[in-house]
């Protein structure tokens, strides 16, 4: 079974922080991916990366960086929290052309 | 641009067939995929259909699809409590397999 680990399920933190979201994949994936999610308005694409040190932007960036030093691990990070970016997050895995995986989901809350 | 529509809500009675219906708007999908979520839990893949599939059964889902009508449905049969989540549904785009779009997802409420 493909198991996809986000760091935390729940985080409080304060607004202008840095703040660091985790999610490591165990199946070799080559593709991996950061959503929000929010009600009313489904999932909607952060961030993906198809390899090592590469990354595309997805349908919304602004305020989000992402690293991805080795394969199994990327990281999603607001570099200078704000209120605006309280909801669910979710991290995704998947090699090529099959189905994407994902983990728990991270609820973050900014104050 | 590319949109995915879910109706919000449907509620049946635990035994009965629910279908949770989906429309899309790109023709170029590869694959349609169905997820459930269910209360604080990340998405779990149910199952998916590729483009040039009509229908797809999975002990008790079935996935029909009418590319035509861009119309994709999900029939769960003899529902159960255990099925009450929402469901998403969710397509390809711009001909690539690493892209989705999600609908809004659909809050299936089974009663006892």
């Known amino acids: 079974d493909v198991k996809v680990t986000q760091s935390s399920r729940y985080l409080v933190k304060r607004t202008g922080e840095k703040v660091f979201l985790e999610c490591v994949q165990d199946?070799?994936?080559?593709?991996m991916f950061w959503y929000r999610q929010d009600p009313g308005l489904g999932l909607r694409l952060i961030y993906f990366?198809?390899?090592?040190?590469?990354?595309e932007k997805g349908d919304i960036p602004e305020g989000y960086s992402v690293s991805r030093e080795k394969k199994e691990r990327f990281s999603l990070i607001l570099e200078s929290a704000s209120t605006n970016q309280t909801s669910m997050y979710l991290c995704?895995?998947?090699?090529?052309?099959?189905?994407?995986?994902f983990g728990d989901g991270t609820r973050l809350s900014i104050l | 641009g590319e949109d995915v529509e879910q109706s919000l809500f449907l509620s049946v009675r635990e035994g009965d067939s629910s279908v949770i219906n989906c429309t899309y708007t790109?023709?170029?999908?590869?694959?349609l995929y169905w997820y459930k979520q269910e209360p604080g839990a990340g998405l779990q893949l149910l199952t998916y259909?590729?483009?040039?599939?009509d229908m797809k059964q999975d002990q008790r889902l079935t996935v029909l699809l009418n590319k035509k009508d861009k119309h994709l449905s999900l029939r769960i049969a003899d529902t159960q409590t255990g099925d009450s989540a929402i469901y998403f549904c969710a397509e390809t785009y711009g001909g690539a397999t690493n892209k989705l779009i999600f609908g809004t997802g659909t809050l299936l409420a089974v009663q006892p």
């Open positions: 995704a895995s998947q090699r090529v052309a099959e189905p994407q995986h």
């Open positions: 199946m070799d994936h080559e593709n």
């Open positions: 259909i590729f483009s040039n599939m």
């Open positions: 790109d023709s170029s999908s590869t694959y």
């Open positions: 990366s198809y390899d090592v040190k590469m990354k």
